[in-house]
């Protein structure tokens, strides 16, 4: 038959059937074979890659501002994750409450854990937990790539020509990294250090040899004692650091606490903005992608670690007002 359906028909071939249990049997036949594989993502700096890789749109089931490691599936992230014709999730123990959910799913539909690709040894853990990687890997753009081209090759066997898309983002890639350097190598020796509410930095670090500190551990799940806090206050008055940094997906109770610690050794500390960490910035705008997310924190943190960087960032698109 020919496709001359209204554009309500438009569904994607999972939804259809899924739907087809309820309609009634004089419902039309449609022509499904058309529809484009429906792809769904756990997190935003996923979906992200997969949309730049297909063109498409690609559903990512936790939205700006929310936290992956205590994030809980909902009954309609299930019925999302059951429809789709591939699913891309992080891996490396972020979507902690996902890992059932994830092995049940991945006996009928493709699963890619887009960063358990990422070659071990490339990979940060903490010395205490050694058999933990650190799954902030999106902060290393090489990494990033690395799980960009394993999205990819799940996108190919879909059917999805990424070969031209791919290119256009290592090209993207490149670019991000020299403004990156750039920008970053404008801030004083000396305060080129990151103090944050948790751990999500530590391949920022690694990627641009600057020194990492969060107040919580790797997972926001952990409670940050007393004692960090005392340690990271004496970190901000010895080396004058004039700035610590908030969270768009974190409680920024204990960064006050730093300030207030810091105030009363007469050392005057801002917040020196607020950081993408787990979660990118609002649908739709630039530093809701994740390129635009990067070029948010790098300019954020050399403006207020005293650098130079333009105020709307690497290519003027960043939000003057963040
Ligand atoms: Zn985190």
């Given at each position: 038959m020919s496709r001359t359906a209204t554009p309500s028909f438009a569904l994607s071939r999972r939804a259809l059937l899924a739907g087809l249990a309820s309609l009634p049997l004089a419902a039309p036949a449609l022509h499904a074979s058309a529809a484009a594989p429906a792809i769904t993502a756990t997190t935003g700096m996923i979906a992200d890659l997969a949309r730049r890789l297909t063109g498409g749109p690609v559903s990512a089931l936790m939205g700006p501002g929310m936290d992956p490691h205590g994030y809980r599936p909902t009954r309609s992230d299930i019925l999302a994750l059951s429809r789709a014709d591939l699913i891309l999730w992080h891996g490396l123990n972020l979507e902690a409450q996902f890992t059932d959910v994830m092995a049940d799913l991945s006996r009928r539909t493709p699963v890619?854990?887009?960063?358990?690709?990422?070659?071990?040894?490339r990979l940060l853990s903490d010395p205490a937990y050694p058999?933990?990687?650190?799954?902030?890997?999106?902060?290393?753009p090489d990494l990033w790539l690395i799980a960009a081209e394993s999205i990819a090759a799940a996108l190919e066997e879909q059917g999805f020509d990424t070969g031209a898309r791919l290119a256009g983002l290592r090209a993207d890639v490149a670019a991000l990294q020299t403004y990156c350097a750039a920008t970053l190598a404008t801030v004083p020796e000396p305060a080129r250090v990151l103090v944050t509410a948790h751990d999500a930095f530590a391949y920022f670090g690694r990627a641009h040899g600057w020194q990492v500190e969060g107040?919580?551990?790797?997972?926001?799940e952990s409670e940050a004692g007393l004692a960090r806090i005392g340690e990271l206050v004496d970190l901000l008055v010895s080396r004058r650091i004039p700035a610590v940094f908030v969270e768009s997906s974190v409680s920024d109770r204990t960064i006050r606490a730093l300030i207030e610690g810091a105030d009363a050794q007469g050392h005057y500390v801002t917040i020196g903005g607020e950081l993408f960490s787990d979660a990118m910035g609002p649908?739709?705008?630039?530093?809701?992608?994740w390129i635009g997310m990067i070029d948010h924190n790098v300019t954020t943190i050399a403006r207020a670690l005293g650098g130079d960087a333009p105020e709307r960032g690497m290519v003027g698109k960043l939000d003057a007002g963040t």
């Open positions: 890619l854990a887009v960063a358990e690709t990422i070659p071990k040894d058999d933990r990687p650190d799954p902030h890997v999106w902060f290393d107040i919580q551990g790797i997972s926001t649908d739709g705008s630039y530093e809701g992608t």
